[in-house]
């Protein structure tokens, strides 16, 4: 299956450097394959990266972010969710084991969502500044941006938020208890996410600090306070 899809993916990749990706409402792998007819040109979009814990408050401060600072948000967790869940999708199998394992999906399927997303956005409502949430995670989702897409945007900084391990995990077992519904707001998985997010995400946030690109804020307040200090980042 992995063979079909990183063959698959080469096709799409080939077709998005033309540009010529024609985007759907539903974002998927396998249609964006599809869909690459006709041309068009559109601006370099500018990127934030939006890295840390689960449950550190990624997602809580991008709703705040593009409340205020008018970005488009987009999940790579939510992304692969959606693709999961889309009926007739040949990876939704895939996902889900990767992600109740705490694992990374491969970065073909991620970056053929966002590539789309972005487009899409771009397309639709004109906006070209993005936040993308929980991507690059590991070695992997790092070389596949650099390959695909790194010379297609700007990125402007990397975010961090920082929290320690047994307030994320409560968060994030309350997240659970509050309906979250996903499959890996257990115990279980938010170990195995844990020593993903230690031995996989740290090096690359290591990799942009190198850079100079990253921006690190306290997340351990409240999310108002958090916020103070995010909004800092996007004063122009
Ligand atoms: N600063 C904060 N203090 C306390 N709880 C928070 C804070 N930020 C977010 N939360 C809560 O913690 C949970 C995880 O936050 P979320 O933004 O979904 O994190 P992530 O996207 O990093 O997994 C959510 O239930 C959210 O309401
Ligand atoms: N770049 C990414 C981002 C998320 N995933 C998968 C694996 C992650 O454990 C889950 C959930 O990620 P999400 O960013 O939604 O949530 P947390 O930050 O872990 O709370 O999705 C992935 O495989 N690759």
Redesign the pocket.
């Known amino acids: 299956m992995l063979d079909n899809l990183l063959r698959l993916s080469s096709v799409i990749g080939r077709f998005a450097q033309k540009g010529q990706v024609r985007i759907l409402s539903k974002l998927s792998v396998e249609n964006s394959a599809k869909s690459c007819r006709g041309k068009m040109s559109l601006p370099k979009p500018n990127i934030v990266f939006v890295l840390g814990?689960?449950?550190s408050g990624?997602g809580t401060q991008c709703e705040k972010i593009v409340k205020n600072f008018g970005y488009v948000h987009l999940?790579?967790?939510?992304l692969?969710?959606e693709e999961r869940s889309r009926e007739g999708s040949e990876y939704g199998e895939l996902i889900e084991n990767?992600?109740r394992n705490?694992?990374?999906?491969p970065v073909d399927v991620?970056c053929a969502l966002l590539e789309n997303a972005m487009t899409q956005n771009m397309k639709v409502s004109g906006k070209d500044s993005f936040l993308i949430?929980?991507?690059?995670?590991n070695q992997d989702?790092l070389d596949g941006w650099q390959r695909r897409m790194s010379e297609k945007v700007n990125l402007k900084f990397v975010i961090v938020f920082n929290c320690p391990e047994d307030a994320c995990v409560e968060r994030?077992i309350n997240r659970g208890k509050s309906g979250s519904n996903r499959s890996?707001d257990n115990i279980e998985s938010l170990k195995k996410?844990f020593d993903?997010f230690i031995n996989d995400s740290l090096p690359i946030i290591n990799h942009y600090k190198e850079q100079n690109l990253v921006r690190e804020v306290d997340a351990t307040k409240n999310p108002d306070e958090v916020f103070e200090d995010v909004k800092v980042l996007f004063a122009d």
């Open positions: 814990a689960p449950g990624k999940s790579a967790g939510d692969l969710r990767y992600i705490g694992k990374i999906v991620t949430d929980g991507f690059p995670r989702n994030c890996d996410r993903t």
